[in-house]
């Protein structure tokens, strides 16, 4: 959320970030809101100065005896308070309003973020893994038809079971994924990531604090209740990704200087709608509706926080260098940031299998695995996290930062298609072998069932 005072004493600034990003905002009537919401607070101020001075009054009349001049007092000492009530009043619904307002207003893109309106004006700022391809993309298969091959990976059976979007991992596709998993998480640890385990459902305020409601209510699954029906702060949401339990965990306290920076590690499975996606990715794993990941959330003092995103950054991008996948780093324009975000990287692994119009020259496509990235106060302002300088000083607003350590599916395409050897078979990356105990090749698995051998189907 954005600081009022911000807003108010520098309009144009404000103005400038919005437009930048291509934000939808009436800033003006904001700024009027503000206004009349000073206008009455100082005007209730007056008021009840004016109500004290005649209570004072009221008790001296009374000491002197004078009766006609002490109802006239009380008389008009109840008129000031009807007139307290109803400034203070307009004064509440403006203050509910205006915070109403401020929440769907986004963050202001950090003055280092190149300009531009979408994803076409994203800046590739490096390459990695690209020297010496261990494939040629265009003797590839897609890990889809990889996946069923091998009868790792069963949408056909997701869909029936829960619905399209969703998928079952069998054999070695799901050791391969909990390889994942754990590989991930012992990494961040030696990174100094502390890690939480945390909750699955979280709360509309929780949502709130870290910018997913109101803004993104279409994207989420709501338990008990439709998406479309008013939400109260404590109903329910299937967590979308680990930053908002683990951003909230120290909501509304206070930490100290010494216990910054705090970096968490969190293992979760998230739930997305993908709401407005229809129709794309179809097929695969790239985009679903339930997918495995490890978030990195950090809380840092404000001055340290842009070091710290170059760090964080860098502690996500170890995992494809351990893994020896291919990838590139992107800086988001100002028009592709995300809601909270001031300043974003994203890191894109190379996935050969499936050409993509603008992906490299060797062909293949990009599929983003992370986005690291600095939400300022914005968050913290939200969900009140704040922090204490030193025992002695008022606690002020730290900065919150977080990064996908990494989205699991999309590793895992990664892996299958750029580990896939000539006989059909994949290859698993060095850095997981340990924990599938010891085995260097998925082979595939037969298929049960009498579809297996192309029976047993329905009329």
């Known amino acids: 959320m954005l600081d009022r005072t911000y807003l108010r ?97 986004p963050q202001l893109p950090h003055e280092s973020v190149p300009k531009g309106v979408d994803e076409r004006h994203n800046v590739e700022d490096r390459r990695w893994g690209f020297d010496d391809l261990r494939v040629d993309a265009d003797e590839i298969t ?40 754990q590989f991930m998480l012992d990494l961040h640890r030696e990174q100094e990531y502390v890690d939480v385990f945390p909750p699955v459902p979280v709360t509309s305020e929780s949502m709130r604090g870290t910018g997913q409601l109101p803004k993104f209510a279409d994207d989420a699954y709501r338990l008990g209740g439709s998406n479309e029906e008013e939400y109260e702060d404590d109903d329910l949401w299937l ?18 200087k010494d216990d910054l920076p705090l970096k968490h590690q969190a293992y979760t499975p998230n739930f997305r709608r993908e709401a407005g996606e229809h129709g794309t990715e179809t097929r695969g794993i790239v985009r679903v509706h339930q997918f495995n990941k490890v978030e990195l959330v950090n809380f840092v003092e404000p001055e340290a926080s ?25 800086e988001l324009c100002t028009g592709d940031l995300t809601f909270a975000s001031a300043k974003t990287y994203d890191i894109e692994v190379w996935a050969p299998g499936d050409d993509m119009d603008d ?12 986005s690291a990235s600095n939400f300022e106060e914005f968050q913290a302002r939200r969900a009140g996290l704040r922090y204490r ?9 730290l900065h919150t930062l977080n990064a996908s350590g990494l989205a699991i599916p999309r590793v895992m395409v990664a892996i299958l298609e750029y580990y896939q050897n000539d006989d059909g078979t994949v290859e698993i990356p060095e850095a997981l072998q340990p924990y599938m105990g010891g085995q260097e090749v998925i082979e595939g698995h037969e298929k049960v069932g009498e579809s297996a051998l192309g029976a047993g189907e329905r009329e």
């Open 306 to 330: 842009y070091d710290r995103l170059e760090a964080l950054l860098s502690e996500a991008e170890e995992v494809l260098r351990q893994l020896g996948l291919p990838y590139r780093i992107l």
């Open 389 to 397: 300088p030193e025992r002695h000083e008022s606690a002020e607003y």
């Open 9 to 105: 004493d520098n309009p144009e600034a404000v103005r400038d970030g919005l437009e930048a990003r291509g934000a939808d905002v009436d800033l003006d009537e904001l700024l009027e809101i503000d206004e009349r919401w000073r206008e009455l607070k100082a005007r209730g101020d007056e008021l009840r100065h004016e109500r004290n001075q005649v209570t004072q009054q009221i008790g001296e009349l009374v000491a002197d005896g004078k009766q006609e001049e002490k109802d006239e007092a009380i008389a008009q000492s109840k008129e000031l308070k009807t007139d307290i009530e109803e400034v203070e009043s307009e004064a509440t619904e403006l203050q509910d309003e205006l915070e109403e307002r401020l929440l769907e207003v």
């Open 142 to 181: 897609p890990h889809y038809e990889l996946g069923e091959d091998l009868d790792i990976i069963d949408e056909a059976r997701g869909a029936k079971t829960t619905g399209s979007g969703f998928y079952f991992l069998k054999g070695d596709g799901a050791r391969l994924e909990h390889a994942l998993i």
């Open 359 to 370: 992906g490299p020259e060797d062909g293949g496509r990009w599929l983003e695995v992370s």
């Open 239 to 256: 967590c979308p990704t680990a930053e908002v339990p683990v951003t909230n965990m120290y909501a509304d306290e206070i930490l100290l």
